[in-house]
């Protein structure tokens, strides 16, 4: 047995300071989510005003400033040159009767109708990624699952499903495909129970996970007989062959039923639980515009306000070291909670322009011809560009969407993986399955094609995938089977 005794130990650890979870945070809004924040803020601290000030961040002392430095061993690029606290002996610098008042100016005019429409068009409640984040933050004990987290819950929808692959995520993120199934793992445990599921059959089998001991009912044999029809005899069930699947499990056919009436008391859209969803307005964060064959590409930030910092507290802080201890620490944590807001707004712009300018510039072919010309792309592929962690382009990518020509898309749209093609030049997932689209658009209804029919077509146009991922892209599509559409008589 071993004795107690102290040990002495050195490790690396991060530790994120105020400044920092701010910029992280500002980094990751949303354009209307930011509006909200900043109004927040600017109704809290009296340091905050609006105004009209065309002064910008550069007036800002450069020790002071929020600046991106890329530190991939810390997994982190936003930090603060020297130091994020101003202090007392330092803020002279800034109070001087001819200093100049720094601050944020949206790059458009303002717009106060389109403003209003918003402001009053939509009623903001607890989002599902928001709620599972929050539960996120009680389970996760290091900076690596809580960023693998983040990006499982960017890529859940509103019904709660995880919309891409593991190996997609880990491939994103240079990670082994364990830690990733790992932490979806246990966000498959939150609230509301099925979410983070890949398919409708595994959300239902971890709806039963939660519920079967919660009815007298639901006996083992029972669950153990739901699970084995959610699992082999999906399809039949759907198209309610109960016969079939009783005659296939040799039990009477009122077991069969019984199973039904519990399957149909699970929720297939676990997310839709959380939120008001509907009616969901999206707010385009940036704006992609055709004129005379050029592309013009902008931040749409006219809802937000224009920051700077009040004059009339500037001028307070002259008398600071007569305050008492306790106004003076109030007015220290107000001011600095000020500075790292505005600085947090200005490298968000900077940041999201880059990001925005890159994607643009790999997919531009997409802003001519479609979904069929869209490329491979990765988070890593546009981190390397702009010289920044794929972690800092994961927040900028989240929760973000952009008005282009072709309409408004999620800028998570952009990124799709690579499947490589007989003559060895990767494609993007989305153009193949665009291709498999377009192929059933035209085939003759009375005679459908098979998943394999699809493939040999697909072969002919050099690309060669498995039938699986046929199966697969089909079902995203949601278009039916060949015999059912066959039978139905429509896709």
């Not at 599921?197 to 089998?205: N, Q, S, T, W, Y």
């Not at 291709?435 to 077509?457: A, G, H, R, T």
């Amino acid at each position: 047995m071993k004795g107690l005794g102290l040990v002495l130990s050195q490790q690396q650890k991060l530790v994120l300071t105020p400044a920092l979870q701010t910029a992280l945070h500002i980094l990751q809004l949303p354009t209307l989510e930011l509006q909200e924040l900043l109004n927040k803020e600017i109704s809290e601290n009296p340091f905050l005003e609006e105004g009209d000030s065309t002064k910008d961040i550069n007036s800002v002392s450069a020790e002071n400033q929020l600046v991106l430095d890329e530190d991939k061993e810390n997994n982190i690029e936003i930090s603060l040159k020297n130091s994020s606290e101003i202090k007392l002996q330092d803020w002279d610098k800034y109070i001087n009767d001819g200093a100049t008042d720094f601050g944020y100016v949206r790059t458009n005019a303002d717009s106060e109708d389109r403003k209003k429409f918003y402001e009053e068009s939509i009623e903001k409640p607890e989002s599902l990624a928001e709620y599972l984040w929050e539960q996120l933050s009680f389970v996760v004990t290091t900076e690596e699952e809580y960023d693998i987290g983040e990006e499982v819950i960017a890529n859940i929808n509103d019904d709660g499903y995880l919309t891409v692959s593991v190996e997609e995520i880990a491939t994103d993120m240079k990670l082994p495909v364990s830690n990733v199934e790992k932490i979806l793992n246990i966000i498959q445990t939150f609230e509301p129970i099925g979410v983070g599921a890949r398919d409708i059959k595994e959300c239902l089998l971890l709806q039963l996970k939660v519920i079967k001991n919660e009815t007298e009912r639901n006996t083992g044999s029972e669950n153990l007989l739901v699970q084995e029809i959610i699992k082999e005899h999906w399809d039949n069930f759907k198209l309610k062959r109960y016969k079939d699947i009783a005659k296939s499990l040799n039990i009477p056919i009122e077991d069969i039923c019984n199973a039904a009436v519990l399957i149909s008391k699970l929720n297939p859209h676990p997310g839709r639980s959380i939120g008001n969803i509907e009616p969901r307005y999206i707010y385009p964060d940036a704006v992609i515009e055709e004129d005379d064959n050029k592309y013009i590409i902008s931040l749409n930030d006219e809802g937000l306000p224009k920051l700077k910092i009040n004059s009339i507290y500037k001028k307070l802080l002259k008398d600071i070291k007569s305050l008492p201890e306790s106004t003076k620490k109030f007015m220290e944590n107000k001011f600095q909670k000020a500075i790292g807001l505005i600085n947090g707004i200005e490298q968000r712009k900077t940041v999201f322009c880059k990001v925005i300018d890159e994607i643009f510039n790999f997919q531009n072919e997409f802003f001519k011809n479609g979904e069929v010309s869209l490329k491979p792309l990765t988070l890593d592929d546009i981190a390397k560009k702009i010289s920044m962690h794929e972690s800092t382009v994961s927040r900028v990518v989240a929760n973000k969407y952009i008005q282009t020509p072709k309409g408004i898309f999620p800028l998570k749209y952009f990124f799709t993986s690579s499947i490589s093609i007989n003559t060895n030049s990767p494609i993007s997932a989305m153009s193949v399955k665009e291709s498999v689209k377009d192929i059933l658009l035209n085939e003759d209804l009375s005679n459908p094609l098979s998943d394999q029919d699809i493939v040999n077509e697909l072969v002919k146009k050099g690309i060669n995938i498995a039938r699986r991922t046929v199966n697969k892209y089909r079902e995203e599509l949601r278009i039916l089977t060949a015999s059912q559409r066959k039978k139905v008589g429509c896709r």
